[in-house]
């Protein structure tokens, strides 16, 4: 019983943490914008950290070789979430959340990006507290049509496989074939496994609204409606590298 309330009690001071860590990135220099035009304002701090953080945990899993996305996987994915920092943890009961971006293929490109969120609760054999990288790659328009949902559940309303790693996993994709999410992570502790299924997905309003200037419809910005703004390019040029990266490589073959 002990053991239960500390871990408890562990996993509650590291959610704060990552609260107050959150605040205090936020509260420097935040101003009220004055202009009209859209563009990243109010949370901008933790907005544009996130969108950099993001290009990073892409541009960290693609320089190992041995661990890395294969290129059949990256040339099939229609959409890709980037959560960094999530925070997971528990003592049996177990619970995540972390804040996120996401961006879609469209006719044009990738579409300006979506801000959005990933809490929930678990259950399983989940001891300690950590923050854990995730990468979710949408596969096919089932998965598609989920994420436009202004709330689905993962492993209810589309499912989720762990993604295969490494240039020799590349023959093992076909079992992934029917999965609608294909996940990755990278861990920054020591953690018993990554249970996802019942995580909610939700757009992050306080975040796109910060960043156009006002809340965007979801649909409208991954469907490529709305114009990406500068503030964007750090995270959209490292999708566009990786992928673009992974199809000219699969063309050449």
Known sequence: MKRAVLGLVLFMLAIVFAGCRHQM??????????????????????????????????????????????????AKARCVAVIPSMVK???????????????CRTGHGWSAPAFLTLSGGSWGAQIGVEEVDLVLLFMNQRGVDSLMKDNFKIGVDASLAAGPIGRSAEASTDMKANSEILAY???????AGLELSGAAVRPDEDSNTAFYGR??????????????PEGANVFISEVRKVFREARTDRSGQ
């Not at 563009?39 to 899993?61: F, H, I």
């Not at 943890?89 to 961006?103: A, E, L, P, S």
């Open 185 to 191: 992570s990278r861990a920054k502790g020591l953690f």
């Open 89 to 103: 943890g528990g003592f049996v009961i177990g619970g995540r959340h972390g804040r996120g971006v996401v961006t």
């Open 25 to 74: 990135r936020n509260s420097p220099n935040q101003t009220a914008s004055t202009q009209s035009n859209p563009g990243p304002k109010g949370d901008q701090p933790e907005v544009m950290d996130r969108l950099q953080d993001s290009a990073k945990v892409l541009d960290q899993l693609m320089n190992v070789p041995e661990n890395n996305i294969p290129e059949t996987v990256l």
């Open 215 to 228: 809340n965007i419809n979801w649909r409208n910005t991954l469907s490529g409606s709305v114009q990406s």
